[in-house]
């Protein structure tokens, strides 16, 4: 039990009883007035790409309280029931839906995501795992699963794609700015898969970790989240958060500072 809390402490924990850390003012505020937006904006619409890759569709489009500037529409997946732990999985399959991919969130955990057990410690006590770059760290399925990064769910996804023969591509988009982001892809219709920490929290190193097979230590940065960008205003960008809702807005400050702390990792399908 010991050891068991102790790796809780370092990961990323997704139960509910977590929520204070993000009843801040912002928080109830930007929600209350995105709420307001929300009933009387309407909505617009923007260009997308269809699946068949050769015409380009309407996407529908909700208006945001600024007036001049929109969120996709893009499917809600709630991740806290069947997957607490499993938010890049929940984040990819609402990118997937929205590219037109038909496929559900169990599909793509046990058909095409790379796992390894949950970090482990040795004889010393030094604990080791596989590099969330190489594989999901856990279950998803488990509260006590961990995470992982970008590169594992690009794979999956790639790998889902190319089984399905479809013209679709996982583009890595890592290093651009959430701005640039949201001018080249949210502009065009396309939601971008971003890492940050739940609920745009302060980002801490966690528990030191040492890579199977290379032997490099590294930190494990917590609490680490993943969600799916869909938009912005003049104060706050917008995303389908896999813990909290559909078009949830966080200050665009705080979820910067998030967003670099794990790397500046970002995904598209296009």
Sequence with gaps: ??????????????????????????????????????LVGGTLSQTGRAESGGLWEAQSLRALPSGGQAALDVEFIDQREKYPTGCESVTAVMALRHAGVDITVEEFIDGYLVRSPEPAPDSAGVYHSSHPREAFLGDPYSEDGWGCYAPVIQKAAGELLAQRQSSRQVRDLSGKTLEDLCRDYIDKGVPVMVWATMWMSPAQNGMELVADGTGERFDWITPEHCLLLVGEDEANYYFNDPLEGKAVPYPKAQTEAAYEALGAQALAIE
């Design 1 to 38: 039990m010991e050891r068991m809390e102790r790796v809780r402490e370092g990961h990323c924990r997704r139960r509910k009883r977590n929520r204070p850390l993000r009843l801040a003012a912002y928080g109830l505020a930007a929600a209350a007035l995105f709420t307001v937006g929300m």
